[in-house]
């Protein structure tokens, strides 16, 4: 009875953490801020952009898609509200101040990459932050990592990005690539700006493919 008790908790305790995080990423998907990028060039739907350098906090994730990216963002929400060594916690809006609670913004958009059949799922970090000031994460899953400046072709859309609708757009993405022969450098990132609520219309989600400049 006793072991059932402690995994029921066990159990509410994380539905609440990504119940928590939903509700922050419903905030920063359309206040908080953003990834920098300068668009190159536009066609139809399809934009390539060069991406200014950032800060990513990242996990490895496991399993189908959707349960890797649940898997994933419950891990890195928990690191962003407050389970890191100085006990930093999220503000809820943008733009965030500093202070001496060190409060850690949430950003947009959540990423996912598959890499050799495990998942990649990354936060980007509030640009005031360098790897020396960001709080270090007390789960040694989480790696903080600063990437570059690099360049992306990208296909955004709304709607509600179900596998086959995924599956749509990174075929329009790829036939793009290949009539406008452009050299790609990694697989396909998943994008996702918001929570599963948002009314599909203003739903924004991008599929990213890092290419040569």
Request: hydrophobic share 40%.
């Amino acid at each position: 009875m006793k072991r059932k008790t402690v995994m029921l908790t066990t159990i509410i305790a994380t539905l609440a953490l990504i119940l928590i995080g939903l509700l922050a990423w419903s905030i920063v998907g359309s206040r908080g801020e953003q990834p920098k990028y300068a668009v190159v060039s536009v066609k139809n739907n399809i934009e390539v952009r060069d991406y200014a350098p950032m800060i990513v906090a990242e996990v490895e994730a496991t399993g189908e898609r959707e349960e890797a990216i649940t898997k994933g963002f419950s891990i890195l929400a928990d690191y962003i509200f407050g389970n890191n060594k100085s006990s930093s916690k999220v503000a809820m809006t943008a733009p965030v101040t500093q202070q001496e609670s060190r409060k850690l913004a949430m950003t947009a958009p959540v990423t996912q990459q598959n890499v050799d059949g495990k998942w990649q799922v990354r936060f980007m970090m509030p640009s005031n932050y360098n790897l020396s000031s960001l709080p270090q994460p007390n789960n040694a899953a989480i790696q903080l990592n600063e990437v570059p400046s690099k360049r992306f072709v990208v296909i955004r859309f709304s709607g509600i990005p179900t596998e086959s609708v995924l599956k749509k757009n990174l075929e329009k993405l790829q036939d793009h690539i290949r009539d406008e022969k452009i050299k790609t450098v990694t697989e396909p990132t998943y994008a996702f700006y918001n929570p599963p609520w948002t009314l599909p219309p203003m739903r924004r989600t991008e599929i990213m493919i890092e290419i040569s400049k």
